[in-house]
């Protein structure tokens, strides 16, 4: 039997300059430190803006915290000629572990296409960033296709050409339970969750699929953390909002408590 660490994963949007972002920081470590004997277990990511980075790098570094980061996006390309984007390279430089990737308002507000998606997901595997893959439906494609099939194709696309035993994280993230502080239930979780585990298998094998750990994102909060805990395949959330909430986030991270 594979154990999965639980992952809460913070995602900041664009929230938090660099200033706030050390305060903020300094407050979230020592809400974990306190606790620290309830979650030692627990894996903990904070998503900040690309330029808070390497100032959550100094702190993690000096103070030796045990708190991963990431960015929440990357460019498909190395280096050049691409005003505004931002290479894996430059993360991996910061010590970035992770990078989010699909996230529904980049594949809306920033028209991501699947194939997008699967020209960073392995930009990131290539500069050596776990990639933290978003999918997720509509409430239209909730209606028409159910909840698995979106979200199944998504992953499909942004896994298409990876092969051999990637390191990933997959968030299920139904864009109707984003920031409307209406979650799915953790049947509808665990569903889904259970479906992604399935393709993952059918793409990548059994040890992947046994080793990813999988994600719910959407309206999480610390009072109905643990009931998608309690699922098999939801090893953690991504989470929005909640994360900008010191109390709230390490609650969160608490989860079994
Ligand atoms: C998100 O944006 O990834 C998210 C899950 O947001 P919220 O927790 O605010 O619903």
Redesign the pocket.
Known sequence: VTTRTPLMAG?W?MNLDHLQAIAFTQKLAWALKDAKHDFDDVEVAIFPPYTDLRSVQTLVDADKLSLSYGAQDVSAHDSGAYTGEISGAFLSALACRYVILG?S?RRTLHAETDEVVGSKVKAALKHGLVPVI?VGETSEDLEKFGASAVPVAQLKAALEGVEGTPDLVV?Y?PVW????GQAATPEQAQTVAKALRDALEELLGESVAAATRILY????KSDNIAGFMREPDVDGA??????LKVDEFSAIARFRQ
């Open positions: 995602n949007k996230h308002e978003c968030a993230e339970a984003i920031g409307s994102g959407g309206s999480v991504l989470i929005g909002g909640a994360s």
